[in-house]
């Protein structure tokens, strides 16, 4: 008895969990809705699994008893009526369609395994007045967006040039003369600080990579078996700005923790879209 209620406890807890982990993520319900749908279909269930056999399935899945069920097939009806999951025949899986893929893929964390880098570092600095603090914040939401870092309060830092998108930004906002880009060249550095020691301070590096370890050693202890663990991976990965490789200090655990994911993220993120 006492067994089953600690199973219960535990199962509600990680259900808890990982709907936190989800909120963190996904910034629409439909779309951890859409997430759910290729984790059961593509992820979970075995490929000669049919019909009303995966219902049970699903049932046995330990992450799934105690999420909030209403809610997320509220969200996936909802995918349905916007042409993102299709239901081919009654009782059978969901699929997940094209325009859902595309969707997801846009809204999912991706890792940039390419990060092709020039060697350079650019500041980004503002002067926008009091009145338009809104237009204050949205930048600065925005540029930690397009991987940047804060150096001071209206002083930012990044690897990759964001001339193009830092324009597009001034003209939908009309912040003409309030913004300037410049390029600190090959090797440039601030003060006493090189490259490696000002990008580990000024993205919280430490405090990041640590996070990915204690996300490791927790996969090394119970394995890679639930949705829970993929999502703690990508609501570590949606806070990293992925910097250059060679700007990553040694002790960098952001890798290693890929390598652990990939094949998880392959399944239900990037593989090919149905018809």
Known sequence: MNDDKNRLSRNRSLGKATLALAEGIFEHTVD?????????????????????NWRAVVAADEFLRDINYEVVKNAIQTARKRGWVRVVKRNALPEITKEGRRRLESKVPQYDRQRIWDGRMHIVTYDIPEEHKHDRELLRR??????????????????????????????SRDLHG????????????????????????????????????????QVDQLGFASAASLLGFLAILKDDSQLPFALLPEWWKG????????????KVVNKKAIA
């Open 32 to 52: 951890f809705g859409l997430w759910l749908t290729i984790y059961i279909t593509e992820a979970m269930i075995p490929q000669s699994v049919t019909g009303q």
């Open 255 to 266: 890798d290693t923790a890929y390598k652990l994911a990939k094949e998880n993220l392959v």
């Open 178 to 217: 309030t913004i300037i880009v410049s390029d600190m060249g090959k090797d440039g550095s601030i003060g006493e600080e090189d490259l490696k020691e000002l990008v580990t301070r000024v993205y919280g590096l430490e405090k990041l990579s640590d996070r990915y370890g204690i996300w490791i050693t």
């Open 142 to 171: 925005y540029l930690r967006t397009i991987r940047c870092g804060r150096l001071q309060d209206s002083v930012w830092v990044t690897p990759y040039n964001p001339i193009d998108l830092v324009r597009t930004f001034v003209k």
